[in-house]
């Protein structure tokens, strides 16, 4: 194990590698604690922390003693292949495989579940939880919407800084124009009463909150699901409202599917797929629906093309037949 003097150093020189790539802060806390995990992990005197073998080794102790799932130690090696390749210039990872991730099946709701779901959610949850499946959002891609983002003329919605840094349109919904309007009322009258008190800053990203000191109280780069409370901007020390927190988003989402008697594991991202489902069922090409979800990877979109075509839906059981007279 290395030292936490030397531990400190090196998740801090990481850090500032990410920030200078552009990860998002997600991929950053993601790959540091990750790392961090690593040089805290404890290997005999004789081996160095930052060797080869000290990787199997932890690698292996993912998969054995904590039972980590192949998702969760792949994610662990490509943090570290960054930390040797970018910060130690080493290559020694590189003939490392990555761990085989089993084919799963995606958990989907049928149009008729979303809507139980969505109807057991409340106000801002209820709204959030439509845009998630309406136009196939992320839980971050939603809570980070600006109010800018929202084009009411041309119905559609912006979302920034998607997963691998990728801005992308998506459509809106005719359905959620008046609550969406609605909310954009409540977040400008929150605003206004925000400034008057001293507060009303929203953060921004990059060095805009240099090039355009005021920027940040403008209406348009105000968070369009703000927090209720105020915190300070790290960069400009100055009050306002971050956006609402996923955690709360996640827990409503939860005991919205069990009011509403679903026995499936109903998730957040659950709304996202069965958004792309519905889709591929509506008879829009894969290519369409992978621009929607901001795939990088078209065969992230086949998951979906599988769980439409192999599931069984269009395949009439033998048990159905009518029955004949011999």
């Known amino acids: 194990m290395a030292s936490k003097r030397e531990i400190d150093h090196w ?71 960054f930390f040797f390749r970018e910060i130690l210039g080493s290559e020694a990872l590189a003939s490392i495989k990555r761990a085989r991730e089993p084919s799963r099946i995606p958990t989907v709701l049928s149009h008729r579940q979303v809507a139980l779901v969505l109807k057991h959610l409340q106000g801002k949850y209820r709204l959030l939880g439509a845009l998630m499946y309406g136009c196939g959002l992320r839980l971050t891609e939603a809570h980070q919407l600006r109010v800018k983002d929202i084009d009411f003329d041309l119905l559609q919605i912006a979302v920034r800084d998607g997963k691998g840094a990728k801005d992308r349109w998506v459509m809106l919904p005719d359905r959620l124009l008046p609550p969406l309007s609605r909310q954009v009322d409540r977040v400008q009258g929150l ?15 990059g060095a805009l909150a240099r090039k355009d000191p005021n920027a940040g109280y403008h209406i348009g780069w105000q968070f369009l699901f703000p927090a209720s409370r105020w915190t300070k901007d790290p960069a400009t020390q100055r009050r306002g409202r971050y956006h609402l927190s996923p955690t709360s988003m996640q827990r409503s989402i939860k005991r919205a599917a069990q009011a509403a008697g679903i026995r499936k594991p109903v998730t957040c991202h659950t709304l996202r797929r069965s958004f792309a489902t519905q889709m591929l069922r509506a008879g829009y090409d894969v290519r369409s629906v992978q621009r929607l979800l901001g795939h990088s990877d078209v065969r992230t979109t086949m998951i979906y093309v599988q769980a439409v075509t192999e599931g069984g839906l269009h395949i009439r059981s033998p048990l159905d037949q009518p029955d004949t007279n011999n």
């Open 191 to 205: 605003n206004d009463a925000d400034r008057q008190r001293g507060a009303g800053w929203a953060q921004l990203p």
């Open 11 to 81: 998740v801090a020189k990481t850090n500032r590698v990410l920030t200078v790539r552009s990860y998002s802060e997600r991929s950053r806390d993601t790959y540091v604690g990750w790392i961090r995990r690593f040089l805290e992990f404890e290997c005999p005197p004789e081996v160095d922390p930052l060797q080869r073998r000290n990787v199997d080794r932890f690698l292996d102790h993912l998969a054995g003693e904590r039972g980590l799932a192949p998702k969760s130690r792949n994610q662990a090696l490509s943090a570290l292949n």
